[in-house]
């Protein structure tokens, strides 16, 4: 596919940093993609370019995957609002206080992160569930959302990708199971967890921003602003219990595991995750329902009305998850991702050529907004590498991971970045300036690591 492939993400990113405003960059991006396939298949360029951008919608929409994480996205807003005007959120803070689990900022950045790690089945879990766990927390020790939203971003995906007992691994694995190699596909995944620098690499940035209570750049401009308000957490009604908040969430983590197993045909790593995380956030969301309305300090209609509210205050983040995958199938068929990786040429130094997989991966990630779609298009061009160079193939496969992780952090397109801001409560474009720095370092180091293995190893 030819360069111009590139122009319709450029394009997004470059309005997301003048304007400010992600659903017209996403909607820029999404029309000039479609304008580029009118020209390119000879059709009418207006009528297909404005009836190609509808129908790239439906088409989205109407995908059964797409379809659930967007209603999960929706749901979402209900069971947040529940548990937030049930006054289960300040209880539950009051008995983690209480009890010395949160008695300072570390032991709060500490139990979130160790929340996020446990639930490493699925990613969009691990970052709902701790940010449902530590949003009243963050606010009572005024600690920014910002913060918030890049410690469970950073560490949901680097978990999943790193432990591989879950849909992440299987769908890796798969991927690398219609190759014939000298190694098993699964020894070279899990040989890959060494080596998957920008990950272990991130983790330990979140780890330390804990440990030191140290934000830098637009985190700590965030965190200074938020020094001169007061600390907001909903109290609800009197007398509330923390059974509130816990009962919702407890019933989110056990119902997934469980869905996982179900869709899997008792295999958790062969679970669906879009499948499993939506049943299981309905489930939850109906728990907490029923506890509020038990309780009778709610009405039905009361009930309907928190609920509604709550999925309404979230509908432009949902747009944005929508716009999001959107532009990801128009530049598939525009070849935005086979473009980039084709810039990995045949004449380099065989020793660039693990850190060059690495920052294409980041590249189309963060130019195309998914790191899943990353790995589909870089593993099959990183395994013919291995098998014609003889190139360390958990190397490898450990470049192109990290490459997709590290792209999809720094990306203001991405839906992991949407879902991150969602569960925090935080700004997306916050989350996105707020969380790049660190990114950013971590992707040098990563870089470095990657050129120091291939010095050694190839």
């Given at each position: 596919m030819?360069?111009?492939?590139?122009?319709?993400?450029l394009?997004?990113?470059?309005?997301?940093?003048?304007?400010?405003?992600?659903?017209?960059?996403?909607?820029?991006?999404?029309?000039s993609?479609?304008?580029?396939?009118?020209?390119?298949?000879?059709?009418s360029?207006?009528?297909?370019?404005?009836?190609?951008?509808?129908?790239?919608?439906?088409?989205?929409?109407?995908?059964?995957?797409?379809?659930?994480?967007?209603?999960?996205?929706?749901?979402?807003?209900?069971?947040?609002a529940y548990?937030?005007?049930?006054?289960?959120?300040?209880?539950t803070?009051?008995?983690?206080?209480?009890?010395?689990?949160?008695?300072?900022?570390?032991?709060?950045?500490?139990?979130?992160?160790?929340?996020?790690t446990?639930?490493?089945?699925?990613?969009?879990m691990?970052?709902?569930?701790?940010?449902?766990?530590?949003?009243?927390?963050?606010?009572?020790?005024?600690?920014?959302?910002?913060?918030?939203?890049?410690?469970?971003?950073?560490?949901?995906?680097?978990?999943?990708?790193?432990?591989?007992?879950?849909?992440?691994?299987?769908y890796?694995?798969?991927?690398l199971?219609?190759?014939?190699?000298e190694?098993?596909?699964?020894?070279?995944?899990?040989?890959?967890?060494a080596?998957?620098?920008?990950?272990i690499i991130?983790?330990?940035?979140?780890?330390?921003?804990?440990?030191?209570?140290?934000?830098?750049?637009?985190?700590?401009?965030?965190?200074?602003?938020?020094?001169?308000?007061?600390?907001?957490?909903?109290?609800?009604?009197?007398?509330?219990?923390?059974?509130?908040?816990?009962?919702?969430?407890?019933?989110?983590?056990?119902?997934?595991?469980g869905?996982?197993?179900w869709?899997?045909?008792?295999?958790?790593?062969?679970g669906?995750?879009?499948?499993?995380?939506?049943?299981a956030?309905?489930?939850a969301?109906?728990?907490?329902?029923?506890?509020?309305?038990?309780?009778k300090?709610?009405?039905?209609?009361?009930l309907?009305d928190v609920?509604?509210?709550?999925?309404?205050?979230?509908?432009p983040?949902?747009s944005?998850v929508?716009?999001s995958?959107?532009l990801?199938?128009?530049?598939?068929?525009?070849?935005?991702?086979?473009?980039?990786a084709?810039?990995?040429?045949d004449y380099?130094?065989?020793?660039?050529?693990v850190?060059?997989?690495?920052?294409?991966?980041?590249?189309?990630?963060?130019?195309t907004?998914?790191?899943?779609?990353?790995?589909?298009?870089?593993?099959?061009?990183?395994?013919?590498?291995?098998?014609?160079?003889?190139?360390?193939?958990?190397?490898?496969?450990?470049?192109?991971?990290?490459?997709?992780?590290?792209?999809?952090?720094?990306?203001p397109i991405?839906?992991?970045?949407?879902?991150?801001?969602l569960?925090?409560?935080?700004d997306?474009?916050?989350?996105?300036?707020?969380?790049?720095?660190?990114?950013?370092?971590?992707?040098?180091?990563?870089?470095?690591?990657?050129f120091i293995?291939?010095?050694?190893?190839i």
């Amino acid at each position: 596919m030819a360069w111009y492939s590139i122009l319709p993400p450029l394009i997004a990113i470059a309005v997301v940093f003048w304007r400010k405003e992600v659903i017209i960059a996403l909607i820029l991006a999404l029309v000039s993609s479609e304008f580029l396939l009118a020209l390119h298949g000879q059709q009418s360029l207006v009528a297909g370019t404005f009836v190609g951008s509808i129908e790239r919608v439906i088409e989205v929409a109407t995908s059964a995957g797409n379809s659930r994480i967007l209603i999960f996205s929706i749901v979402i807003g209900a069971l947040l609002a529940y548990i937030r005007e049930s006054g289960g959120v300040a209880a539950t803070v009051n008995m983690l206080l209480n009890r010395g689990v949160a008695k300072s900022k570390r032991q709060v950045g500490l139990l979130t992160m160790f929340t996020g790690t446990a639930v490493f089945i699925e990613s969009n879990m691990s970052v709902l569930t701790s940010g449902i766990v530590a949003r009243g927390l963050f606010d009572k020790f005024k600690m920014s959302r910002a913060r918030l939203a890049y410690i469970i971003d950073s560490t949901s995906a680097p978990v999943c990708i790193l432990i591989l007992l879950n849909g992440w691994g299987a769908y890796v694995l798969g991927l690398l199971s219609n190759y014939e190699l000298e190694q098993s596909a699964v020894s070279i995944l899990w040989g890959s967890v060494a080596f998957n620098f920008y990950a272990i690499i991130a983790l330990l940035i979140v780890l330390y921003t804990i440990v030191f209570d140290k934000v830098h750049g637009p985190m700590r401009a965030a965190e200074q602003e938020l020094k001169h308000h007061t600390a907001e957490i909903s109290s609800g009604p009197s007398a509330t219990k923390s059974r509130y908040m816990l009962i919702p969430l407890l019933t989110l983590i056990v119902s997934m595991i469980g869905f996982m197993f179900w869709t899997g045909n008792g295999v958790l790593a062969n679970g669906s995750g879009s499948k499993s995380v939506l049943y299981a956030t309905i489930l939850a969301s109906t728990v907490a329902y029923l506890l509020l309305l038990s309780g009778k300090r709610f009405s039905h209609h009361e009930l309907m009305d928190v609920g509604f509210k709550g999925m309404g205050e979230l509908l432009p983040l949902v747009s944005i998850v929508l716009l999001s995958l959107t532009l990801g199938a128009s530049l598939k068929e525009l070849g935005t991702g086979t473009f980039v990786a084709s810039l990995v040429g045949d004449y380099l130094p065989i020793y660039l050529i693990v850190p060059v997989l690495f920052i294409t991966g980041a590249i189309m990630s963060f130019t195309t907004g998914t790191s899943w779609g990353t790995f589909a298009i870089l593993i099959p061009i990183g395994v013919p590498l291995i098998q014609a160079l003889g190139l360390p193939p958990s190397l490898v496969l450990g470049a192109i991971l990290s490459g997709g992780i590290f792209g999809d952090h720094c990306s203001p397109i991405s839906d992991t970045s949407a879902v991150s801001a969602l569960a925090s409560g935080c700004d997306l474009l916050t989350h996105v300036k707020t969380q790049l720095p660190y990114a950013l370092v971590g992707g040098v180091l990563a870089i470095i690591c990657f050129f120091i293995a291939s010095l050694i190893m190839i």
